[in-house]
């Protein structure tokens, strides 16, 4: 066989795969933490270099069901190797480095298959030699942006990132937080972002942690909790001996120290603020950790953050988790539907016959004029409107798709209009399908038109044929889906209705359609 050939085989049906369905989604709201929908206030440990190795990685892994004993909700790790760690999670291009990358996804999905939270670091740049020299701002927001595609493309979703700890990076190397951020959205604003520059968090952030000043209307977590009487500093003197490369008096803590953390640790709560405990015995280095063992009461003889973990399941209890997301779905009221295209359950990325970069539909904001909080859009542009010989748009199911559980209150035959927005006539088109069924020119497949161009607009019509796109629905649940058919096109919503006479006019308005939890 080809070996060419049995290779990009190989990547079609990788990359065709289902990914990652998550059970829990973290999102903002008004100045508030939530978890599927449910308010909830962080409470977390720093592990800021549990992807050292594959051992540090399952260590945590294993404690993740202690800590939730405690009430322990929230983790945080870090792609670029913090202080001892020196591991570079980023390569030099600012792609991330598959070895790390794979540790932080089996974080990720052990988190979530738990109920709980990761906070993902990006840059650590100062006290490491993970960083790269070599980067410049565009470096530093391609590593930002590659590393929330990568995020968004597994659908990790219990999650929230931390662009620059401590804004190290913005006083070492002159990077601008606020286009971090930018860069993060950019690539999918459904995520979560924050700072902790020593100021107040960009309006763009959605967060600020640790260093960050509060500011009205965003959360605020210190993400790197610690004593405040610890000698000479609890990360200066009190843990530091240069040029010993690891820390001193790891995991050891005075009475006077432990009566201050966990009375700061009351204070935050009190506040409604996020705390997260770091630890020299959290994150020091081989051979003296990292440890995921909480250890014991802090003594000499017996060191650890055990005693913090009590106090705090004093205060707030063991964690328990919301419910998994079984009830992301969309429900059909009185004969209409309507559904949030970045809303979408399952995305499935994929290289088609005709094109040869990978497609996928991109999450963005660009476009004015949108429903919602964003909306999708088929990308790359390979199919471009000036260009010769221009591949053909996919006919058939082999293009990007996303997929929405959809509940189904009273049977029929619905209509279906989609709300798009085309550049021009080699990006005006998509398909729609009623529980993965795809029949060329039929149901919703092959709608064209969307004129006039670069604007948004309702349509249902078919390119072959005049009838409009319709599809049959029983009582019960389906799921709907959006095929990608030519590059470039925008997707807003997709409405179905039982009203022959309905004809779409503008956003429709959320009271309109009844979304149990949204993706």
């Known amino acids: 066989m080809n070996l060419k050939f049995l290779y990009f085989t190989l990547l079609i049906l990788f990359i065709s795969q289902n990914v990652f369905s998550t059970d829990y989604i973290f999102t903002v709201n008004n100045g508030r933490t939530y978890l ?12 800021s270099n549990a992807l050292i190795s594959e051992e540090t990685t399952n260590d945590l892994i294993a404690h993740l069901d202690e800590y939730k004993s405690y009430g ?6 870090f792609i670029m190797g913090s202080r001892y760690g020196n591991f570079k999670g980023y390569l030099e291009d600012a792609s991330l480095n598959p070895i790390y990358a794979n540790r932080l996804a089996k974080i990720i999905k052990a988190a979530d298959s738990k109920g709980m939270i990761v906070l993902v670091g990006c840059l650590y740049w100062g006290g490491s030699t993970a960083k ?8 530093a927001n391609k590593a930002i942006a590659k590393t929330v595609h990568w995020l968004s493309e597994n659908n990790f979703r219990n999650v929230f990132i931390d662009v620059d700890n401590e804004g190290m990076a913005k006083r070492g190397a002159g990077f601008d937080n606020a286009e971090l951020v930018r860069a993060a959205k950019a690539i999918d604003p459904t995520f979560f972002v924050a700072t902790n520059n020593k100021d107040f968090p960009p309006k763009e952030a959605d967060l600020a942690i640790h260093f960050s000043k509060q500011v009205k209307g965003k959360p605020y977590i210190d993400s790197e909790a610690t004593p405040s009487n610890a000698p000479g500093g609890y990360w200066g003197k009190y843990s530091k001996k240069p040029p010993l490369e690891n820390y001193i008096n790891i995991g050891v ?10 009375e700061l640790t009351r204070q935050h709560f009190d506040l409604g603020f996020g705390y997260m405990l770091a630890s020299t015995w959290l994150q020091c280095v081989a051979p003296n950790g990292p440890n995921a ?31 998994k997301n079984v ?3 969309y429900e059909e009221k009185d004969g209409i539907l309507c559904l949030e295209a970045e809303s979408f359950q399952k995305k499935y990325s994929r290289k088609h016959e005709y094109h040869m970069p990978i497609h996928e539909w991109k999450v963005e904001k660009e476009k004015i004029g949108f429903s919602g909080e964003a909306y ?15 591949p053909h748009s996919p006919r058939d199911g082999s293009g990007p798709e996303l997929v929405w559980k959809v509940k189904i209150n009273k049977a029929g035959i619905y209509n279906i209009w989609v709300r798009g927005y085309s550049i021009g006539g080699e990006s005006n088109g998509c398909h729609i399908v009623a529980d993965d069924n795809f029949v060329k020119n039929a149901g919703g497949t092959n709608m064209s038109g969307f004129r006039p161009h670069k604007q948004w607009v309702w349509e249902n019509k078919h390119k072959e044929s005049s009838k409009p796109p319709k599809i049959e629905l029983s009582k019960g649940t389906h799921t709907i889906h959006l095929f990608g058919r030519d590059d470039g096109f925008r997707c807003d919503q997709i409405l179905l ?23």
């Open 293 to 323: 063992n909480p250890g014991g009461d802090g003594s000499l003889e017996n060191p650890g953050v055990r005693w913090w973990l009590e106090a705090l399941k004093g205060l707030v209890g063991p964690y328990n988790p919301p419910p």
């Open 327 to 329: 009830l992301g779905y």
């Open 376 to 390: 999708v859009a088929n990308f790359p542009d390979h199919r471009c409107e000036t260009c010769e010989k221009a």
């Open 72 to 77: 322990v909700n929230t983790v945080s790790v």
């Open 132 to 139: 790269w020299e070599s980067w410049t701002q565009n470096e």
């Open 253 to 262: 803590y005075s009475e006077e120290m432990k009566n201050n953390q966990i």
């Open 36 to 47: 599927n929908n449910k308010e909830i206030l962080i409470t977390g440990l720093r592990c």
């Open 497 to 519: 209705t039982l009203d022959e006479e309905f004809i779409p006019e503008g956003k429709m308005e959320e009271s309109k359609f009844v979304p149990v939890l949204k993706f």
